[in-house]
């Protein structure tokens, strides 16, 4: 049987990796003695919080930016967000010398605001509901020529976050499995071409909330089911799947487990009073996962990959 098409090859992440290496960092992996007895088993950390912006959604948006003819690029950029790929998007579009323009509800905190002003975008207000985010960026596409971005289900964001999986496993070449959060999909979708391309016997799992288990409840179906009314400490996994992402994890995923609030929370502090570092609640979701009783009862693995995203 002939592999499925998706929207992104080894290759692309390949040619994102070169692309995008001088302007990003190469974060550290991490482990902990205390956490690998709580988990049962050996756990390995990709520290994307240490990326630029504190996020891997550094990755995407600049291999988007800098994969743009000159021509484009000089119509600039555009895309919404209130997140991490706002200011992600920002910071490319400025090491490029290209205009941003970054859609955000006028219910954004201010202080994500200011991050992406800071990194030189230009943020245009609207309504906070999709069909406003969505009818201002085309509105900003006519006008000004500009390439839309999308934060997670454009094919080279998608290209851009699997640079990290690449990048651990040459670290730590023996992983027995990887599991990252999920929320649109990209870093997930991202990871699963990469991985799989580096070894093809290598398990992917997500972590997701309870309270957003659109992936998890899509996969139990075989069919996407889009995210309706998230409520979760974890406010960077909110979105759905995208059109791109979902047929890549449905494919490749073998299993996403659901964690409470609380278990993101213990998990948060266990990674501060033990690691010594800090990472948002999104980030903490596949740890919570990792050190929940069902994936302990996994057999098979001795050695776990977790990319903390952010």
């Known amino acids: 049987m002939d592999p499925p098409m998706f929207v992104i090859t080894s290759e692309d992440i390949r040619e994102a990796r070169e692309r995008i290496s001088p302007y990003i960092h190469k974060t550290p992996v991490m482990t902990s003695?205390?956490?690998?007895e709580h988990a049962g088993r050996e756990v390995f950390f990709k520290c994307e919080q240490f990326q630029k912006v504190g996020a891997f959604k550094f990755r995407g948006a600049c291999n988007a930016v800098f994969r743009l003819s000159d021509e484009d690029a000089?119509?600039?950029?555009?895309?919404?967000?209130?997140?991490?790929?706002a200011q992600a998007l920002a910071l490319a579009a400025k090491m490029r010398n290209i205009p941003a323009h970054i859609v955000m509800p006028s219910?954004?905190?201010?202080?994500?605001?200011?991050?992406?002003?800071?990194?030189?975008?230009?943020?245009?207000?609207?309504?906070?509901?999709?069909?406003?985010?969505?009818?201002?960026?085309?509105?900003?596409?006519?006008?000004?020529g500009a390439t839309l971005i999308h934060p997670y289900n454009y094919p080279f964001v998608i290209a851009g976050q699997g640079?990290?999986?690449?990048?651990?496993?040459?670290?730590?070449?023996?992983?027995?499995?990887?599991?990252?959060?999920?929320?649109?999909?990209g870093l997930l979708s991202g990871v699963c071409i990469a991985a799989?391309?580096?070894?093809?016997?290598?398990?992917?799992?997500?972590?997701?909330?309870?309270?957003?288990?659109?992936?998890?409840?899509?996969?139990?179906?075989?069919?996407?089911?889009?995210?309706?009314?998230?409520?979760?400490?974890?406010?960077?996994?909110?979105?759905?799947?995208?059109?791109?992402t979902w047929p890549i994890i449905k494919h490749h995923v073998e299993q996403i487990f659901t964690v409470t609030d609380e278990e993101i929370?213990?998990?948060?502090?266990?990674?501060?009073e033990r690691m010594k570092i800090i990472v948002e609640p999104s980030a903490a979701v596949p740890l919570a996962a990792?050190?929940?009783?069902?994936?302990?009862?996994?057999q098979g693995i001795k050695k776990v990959g977790v990319v903390f995203s952010g």
């Open 33 to 36: 003695s205390s956490v690998n």
């Open 74 to 85: 000089s119509k600039g950029v555009v895309t919404h967000s209130s997140g991490n790929h």
């Open 107 to 144: 219910n954004a905190p201010s202080v994500k605001r200011s991050a992406v002003e800071g990194y030189g975008g230009r943020v245009v207000q609207c309504e906070p509901n999709l069909q406003a985010r969505e009818s201002t960026c085309n509105k900003i596409v006519e006008e000004t």
């Open 163 to 185: 640079t990290c999986a690449v990048e651990f496993l040459e670290e730590i070449p023996d992983l027995d499995a990887i599991i990252t959060p999920v929320g649109g999909g």
């Open 196 to 244: 799989k391309a580096a070894n093809p016997n290598i398990r992917i799992f997500a972590g997701e909330p309870k309270g957003a288990d659109d992936a998890a409840r899509s996969m139990a179906a075989g069919t996407f089911i889009p995210q309706t009314g998230p409520n979760t400490i974890a406010d960077g996994l909110l979105t759905s799947l995208g059109d791109n």
């Open 265 to 272: 929370k213990h998990a948060m502090k266990l990674v501060w």
């Open 290 to 298: 990792v050190l929940s009783s069902d994936f302990k009862k996994l």
